[in-house]
């Protein structure tokens, strides 16, 4: 299975190293295909003074020394249509927030790089319409097939991160996870699937105790592969922490879903 982990946003090189080395053991199992997570820049965040991250400058090179520290595979947001080309250098695997699933601009230049392509499903959309998303980045690259075996060989995925139920509440639609892998390879990003944008305060909260279960409800569905953001002290993290997992919760959740999985 695919598996994408690691801090929210890179607070600091000595967090985001250790996070890392805690997760070497994901990366040499051969039943997963890791790729390590954080951000550069949070741009989507509820208010101006919220953290965001070092920037793309500073970002890159810690990710890069995370690269060749680790050997990881790394992946990372992208929100503008400059960024692709730049961040692709460093980056494997280049993520397209969900407010910008539909940003025609970043699509097309994420696509003009070698990176595979992660789209998130934005909290407002219908999933059946990622598709067009998908094509917008197949077609770019020359491809006019659709299909789920296509996307993938042609480096793009999905992710599901959850649907708009209501003010500040999210709800995860299990059936998004069958719509979608018509189309391209399905990730469950399953701490984004839990927060509760804007409640607090100008930051957004969430509830951590319900990332567990829907991650092993997305296994038995059969998803290809799960988001999880980690961090050694959530409750200290200066982005999303109410709705990541500390380290050993993480290995848990895991454990659960390999249980799941070979089942069946």
């Not at 730049?86 to 230049?109: G, H």
């Not at 070698?114 to 407002?124: E, L, R, S, T, Y």
Request: net charge negative; charged share 25%.
């Amino acid at each position: 299975m695919i598996l994408i982990a690691g801090p929210c946003s890179i607070e600091s090189r000595d967090l985001l190293l250790g996070v890392a080395e805690k997760l070497v053991k994901y990366s040499e199992d051969k039943s997963i295909d890791f790729y390590f997570k954080s951000s550069f820049d949070k741009a989507n965040r509820t208010s101006l003074s919220s953290f965001r991250g070092p920037g793309i400058e500073e970002g890159l090179k810690l990710l890069d020394e995370v690269k060749r520290e680790f050997g990881f595979k790394i992946l990372t947001d992208v929100h503008e249509s400059y960024q692709p080309k730049i961040v692709a250098e460093v980056a494997d695997v280049l993520q397209i927030p969900a407010f910008l699933c539909r940003q025609t601009d970043l699509l097309v230049a994420s696509a003009k790089t070698d990176a595979v392509v992660n789209i998130k499903k934005g909290q407002f959309l219908n999933p059946s319409d990622m598709r067009y998303s998908v094509k917008k980045v197949l077609e770019t690259r020359g491809i006019e097939e659709e299909g789920k075996d296509i996307a993938f060989k042609n480096g793009v995925w999905l992710t599901e991160r959850g649907s708009t139920f209501g003010y500040g509440n999210l709800v995860v639609d299990m059936r998004s996870f069958l719509i979608m892998s018509e189309f391209a390879p399905v990730i469950f990003d399953a701490t984004h699937s839990v927060q509760m944008p804007g409640i607090a305060g100008g930051s957004s909260g969430g509830k951590r105790e319900f990332v567990a279960p829907l991650s092993r409800a997305a296994a038995a569905i059969g998803v290809d592969g799960f988001f999880f953001e980690t961090h050694s002290n959530p409750d200290a993290a200066l982005c999303d922490g109410p709705n990541m997992l500390n380290l050993e919760a993480l290995d848990s959740a895991i454990e659960d879903i390999k249980k799941i999985q070979n089942v069946l």
